[in-house]
């Protein structure tokens, strides 16, 4: 049977953790707004059905909104829900700076580099998201 | 609908999503945003922020599990990646100069096309192995992994890369360009150009989806697409469904899979044909 690199091993384990991690967050968020019993938990059918609705509740729509709702004392449990969500958004990301890595650390300079440039093309795209 | 049946029925879907995403190499919109917009009478802005979510989720969660038994091949997903990311960026760039009708037209034709050459080789378990390709041996675009299914090691190698990596850029432009997912493109460039069994490009089409989508990903939370109440049970549904999904494509033929593939690939260029025609579609 062959057996995965150790390249493939972090990525997977990287992916794996991104992704438990974001369940974790996102999970205990939820929960703790659905026990808060904020009105909106129980109009959630009402609440996304159109973007006037959906303001009812705190979208995130920045890094900075979120730590922010998270600085409150108690936090905002929906800025931790967001929180996991964010970690579930950046791990591929991680996954490509894990596989330069890991390539550059087994020898393998033209992987190293092409993952380097995956990399590099997805920031320059959040970059540009970021300038509107 | 009551918000516990609502949920629970979201939660549901998002694992049937997230399932068929793991096995067909698909990030789970196509599935998604008809059936939020459709049945549950979602925002469509919201429904899209969801379904960017649900593809990262359905990589993350199948991509990790494909890559311990090497399924996923992170060479070629990082090789093809360069395609797809730049060829995102390249259309991104031209959305708005470039009539996107005529790209969705000529773009339904070849899925067309490529639907009736699929159908012929419906039953054909593992390709048959092409010639060396210079790229191919440059890059190390090969592998091995077990197949469960077939019971045994199987060897393969990437042919016609040129052409694979030059749809996987057209791929990726249109995605830019239209801000729809690529998956079901990755999986036929892979299958059909590159000759890879189905199984791998499958798997490695759903390493890749995480990456290209996650370009894409910043630009929905910062428009607050991303609804958290929405977003959070599909996000938990697809990672679970993933997970399900993995152990199940173990265990099936290429051909089951690629006879599965088939009606997502007719329905792709059947929508995309209409679109370019300006005829819509919810």
Request: hydrophobic share 55%.
């Given at each position: 049977m062959s057996a995965p690199t150790s390249v493939e091993r972090l990525i997977a384990r990287l992916l794996l953790l991104g992704g438990l991690l974001s369940v974790g967050l996102v999970l205990s968020g939820l929960i703790v707004y659905a026990v808060q019993g904020h009105p909106e938990a129980r109009e959630i059918v009402r609440v996304v059905h159109n973007r006037e609705a959906g303001r009812a509740v705190d979208v995130f729509t920045s890094l900075g909104d979120v730590r922010r709702a998270l600085a409150q004392r108690p936090p905002d449990p929906?800025?931790?829900t967001a929180l996991g969500l964010v970690c579930l958004l950046a791990t591929p990301v991680l996954g490509v700076a894990a596989a330069s890595l890991a390539f550059w650390r087994?020898?393998?300079?033209?992987?190293?580099?092409?993952?380097?440039?995956?990399l590099g093309m997805l920031l320059l795209s959040f970059a540009l998201a970021a300038g509107g | 609908m009551s918000p516990l049946a609502f949920v629970a029925a979201l939660f549901a879907t998002s694992v049937v999503a997230g399932g068929a995403g793991a096995v067909l190499g698909l990030g789970g919109g196509i599935l998604l945003i008809p059936i939020l917009t459709l049945f549950f009478g979602v925002d469509l802005h919201y429904a899209m922020g969801a379904s960017i979510v649900s593809v990262i989720a359905t990589s993350s969660g199948a991509a990790a599990a494909y890559l311990r038994t090497s399924l996923s091949n992170v060479r070629i997903g990082l090789f093809l990646a360069l395609?797809?990311?730049?060829?995102?960026?390249?259309?991104?760039?031209?959305?708005?100069?470039v009539p996107a009708r005529v790209l969705q037209l000529l773009l339904g034709l070849a899925l067309a096309y490529s639907t009736v050459t699929?159908?012929?080789?419906?039953?054909?378990?593992?390709?048959?192995?092409g010639g060396a390709d210079p790229l191919a041996l440059r890059f190390g675009l090969e592998g091995t992994y077990f197949d469960a299914a077939l019971d045994r090691d199987v060897k393969y190698r990437a042919s016609r890369v040129a052409l694979g990596f030059g749809a996987m850029a057209g791929a990726g432009m249109l995605s830019g360009l239209l801000g729809i997912g690529s998956g079901a493109f990755k999986v036929l460039a892979m299958d059909?150009?590159?000759?890879?069994p189905m199984k791998v490009s499958t798997a490695t089409s759903n390493f890749m989806i995480g990456i290209t989508s996650a370009a894409s990903a910043g630009i929905y939370f910062a428009r607050?697409?991303?609804?958290?109440?929405?977003?959070?049970?599909?996000?938990?549904?697809?990672l679970v469904g993933a997970a399900a999904g993995t152990r199940l494509m173990a265990r099936l033929r290429n051909s089951t899979i690629r006879k599965a593939f088939l009606p997502v690939l007719g329905w792709l260029a059947v929508s995309m044909i209409l679109r370019g025609l300006g005829i819509g579609l919810p």
């Amino acid at each position: 049977m062959s057996a995965p690199t150790s390249v493939e091993r972090l990525i997977a384990r990287l992916l794996l953790l991104g992704g438990l991690l974001s369940v974790g967050l996102v999970l205990s968020g939820l929960i703790v707004y659905a026990v808060q019993g904020h009105p909106e938990a129980r109009e959630i059918v009402r609440v996304v059905h159109n973007r006037e609705a959906g303001r009812a509740v705190d979208v995130f729509t920045s890094l900075g909104d979120v730590r922010r709702a998270l600085a409150q004392r108690p936090p905002d449990p929906l800025a931790v829900t967001a929180l996991g969500l964010v970690c579930l958004l950046a791990t591929p990301v991680l996954g490509v700076a894990a596989a330069s890595l890991a390539f550059w650390r087994a020898g393998d300079r033209d992987y190293a580099a092409i993952a380097s440039i995956v990399l590099g093309m997805l920031l320059l795209s959040f970059a540009l998201a970021a300038g509107g | 609908m009551s918000p516990l049946a609502f949920v629970a029925a979201l939660f549901a879907t998002s694992v049937v999503a997230g399932g068929a995403g793991a096995v067909l190499g698909l990030g789970g919109g196509i599935l998604l945003i008809p059936i939020l917009t459709l049945f549950f009478g979602v925002d469509l802005h919201y429904a899209m922020g969801a379904s960017i979510v649900s593809v990262i989720a359905t990589s993350s969660g199948a991509a990790a599990a494909y890559l311990r038994t090497s399924l996923s091949n992170v060479r070629i997903g990082l090789f093809l990646a360069l395609a797809t990311v730049s060829g995102a960026l390249v259309g991104a760039a031209l959305a708005g100069v470039v009539p996107a009708r005529v790209l969705q037209l000529l773009l339904g034709l070849a899925l067309a096309y490529s639907t009736v050459t699929t159908l012929r080789q419906l039953r054909v378990e593992l390709p048959e192995p092409g010639g060396a390709d210079p790229l191919a041996l440059r890059f190390g675009l090969e592998g091995t992994y077990f197949d469960a299914a077939l019971d045994r090691d199987v060897k393969y190698r990437a042919s016609r890369v040129a052409l694979g990596f030059g749809a996987m850029a057209g791929a990726g432009m249109l995605s830019g360009l239209l801000g729809i997912g690529s998956g079901a493109f990755k999986v036929l460039a892979m299958d059909h150009f590159m000759r890879l069994p189905m199984k791998v490009s499958t798997a490695t089409s759903n390493f890749m989806i995480g990456i290209t989508s996650a370009a894409s990903a910043g630009i929905y939370f910062a428009r607050g697409d991303i609804h958290p109440l929405l977003a959070a049970p599909v996000a938990v549904g697809v990672l679970v469904g993933a997970a399900a999904g993995t152990r199940l494509m173990a265990r099936l033929r290429n051909s089951t899979i690629r006879k599965a593939f088939l009606p997502v690939l007719g329905w792709l260029a059947v929508s995309m044909i209409l679109r370019g025609l300006g005829i819509g579609l919810p």
